[in-house]
């Protein structure tokens, strides 16, 4: 077997194998649409193989010489496109539509053209550097860049590239004096075997940008309560870290915070209604925490809040005016109020995170002691010590 007509089949079956594997990817992708055009990029590319494959084994080389420029040429504008709805960045339809037109027009005209002059291998490989340059640029230029984004934005500049490499190639060593010869030349085989590469390796690019993403939000899912919308235990946590490591030796608080007489609450209402408490209690504190403040929904009636680089004193007001508005929680029968119970404590490297937690554990437990319905400061002197005068009154 000529071992070009091996390097197509092999770029043919990978082409293929991609676009299966997007169009399953497509099934649990937030990037559906992103997936759905890579696939269907990788499946008209993989024609392409075909193409060239007639150009040498039948009479009609030129319908198919067009065949295979087009396939590629349109299966990598599909993969643009893609790009472009991953990287929120869209192809404008009737420039991307006259693009391809006027690209086989051009490799129309210039397939009578001698092969291997710069005029014919330049005009050829051209549009196909374009495509892949204009894709790197999308990728390259996008915001929030991650190290998958850049190495894919470098991978595909490195792939457009190599069209111009080709055609200086096909210069220096000639792609065969007519198209039916291309298959029998070593320029088809370096050509070939460089397709083969790079297809893998934008491929496997795009498919593992895809596959984090797809990890990225299952991740913050698992770490998202979805009845409060807050985060939960683990993603509290996490966020909490977070913001640690960004200021190591600021001075944070910490509040906690619980429901009052909340079984009260479900035996009176009904669990829906108790339902309907933490749900608006998330919602209130998402709507008048800071925004850089985390979040959680650490138990059943459970919350918390970490207030990075914040005062004290804020962080008590922050906890009263919390108190203030759960009194007035909207959309609950009438006769119910809802009251919570609050501790707050400091955190400061003296302090570390798990001290604080307790100390806040602790007024909260004296907020509830002295009759809930309000606000407790941890004191400096009890630190976990279960002391119950661990507070101070406010
Ligand atoms: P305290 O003022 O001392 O905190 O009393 P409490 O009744 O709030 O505390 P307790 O721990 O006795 O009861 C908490 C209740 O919260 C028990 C549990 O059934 C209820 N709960 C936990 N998670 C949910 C939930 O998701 N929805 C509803 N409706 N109730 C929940
Ligand atoms: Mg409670
Ligand atoms: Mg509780």
């Known amino acids: 077997m000529n071992g070009v007509a091996f390097f197509l089949g092999v770029n043919?079956?990978?082409?293929?194998?991609f676009s299966a594997v997007f169009a399953v990817v497509a099934t649990r992708s937030r990037s559906r649409l992103a997936a759905l055009w890579f696939a269907a990029g990788f499946?008209?590319?993989s024609l392409s193989a075909l193409c060239e494959l007639l150009v040498a084994y039948t009479s009609n080389s030129k319908i198919w010489a067009l065949g295979a420029f087009a396939t590629v040429l349109i299966g990598m504008m599909l993969l643009r496109v893609g790009i472009g709805h991953l990287y929120g960045r869209q192809l404008d339809k009737r420039i991307a539509t006259f693009f391809i037109a006027a690209s086989?027009?051009?490799s129309y005209v210039i397939y009578d053209l001698p092969r291997g002059t710069p005029l014919q291998a330049f005009s050829y490989q051209s549009p196909f550097a374009v495509v892949l340059l204009d894709s790197a640029f999308v990728v390259l230029s996008s915001r929030g860049r991650q190290v998958i984004d850049r190495f894919l934005g470098i991978l595909m500049l490195i792939t457009g590239l190599h069209f111009f490499a080709k055609a200086g190639l096909a210069i220096l060593v000639g792609?065969?004096?007519v198209a039916k010869d291309y298959i029998h030349t070593n320029y088809a085989l370096i050509s070939q075997s460089a397709t083969a590469?790079?297809?893998v390796a934008v491929g496997l690019t795009?498919?593992?940008a895809l596959v984090l993403e797809i990890m990225a939000d299952q991740r913050s899912e698992s770490e998202r309560d979805t009845l409060s919308t807050l985060a939960n235990r683990r993603g509290f946590d996490r966020q909490v870290r977070a913001l640690l490591d960004k200021a190591p030796n600021g001075s944070h608080a910490v509040i906690l915070c619980d429901l009052d007489h909340f079984k009260r609450i479900n035996d009176t209402y009904g669990h829906h209604v108790g339902d309907l408490v933490i749900k608006g209690f998330g919602q209130l504190m998402n709507d008048s925490a800071p925004k850089r403040a985390a979040i959680g929904r650490i138990g059943g009636e459970e919350f918390a809040i970490f207030l990075p680089e914040t005062e004290i004193g804020s962080a008590v007001l922050f906890a009263q005016a919390l108190r203030g508005a759960a009194m007035t929680l909207p959309d609950l029968p009438e006769s119910l109020t809802v009251t919570?119970?609050?501790g707050v404590s400091p955190l400061s490297t003296a302090n570390g995170l798990a001290e604080a937690y307790q100390r806040a554990d602790l007024a909260l437990y004296n907020a509830k002691n002295a009759g809930r319905n309000q606000v407790k400061l941890a004191s400096d002197d009890h630190a976990g010590t279960g002391d119950s005068r661990g507070e101070t009154r406010l």
Do not use: D
């Open 12 to 17: 043919f079956v990978v082409a293929v194998c």
């Open 104 to 106: 086989i027009t051009l």
């Open 43 to 45: 499946g008209i590319a």
């Open 197 to 199: 590469i790079l297809v």
């Open 206 to 208: 795009l498919l593992a």
């Open 175 to 177: 792609s065969g004096t």
């Open 340 to 342: 919570a119970s609050f």
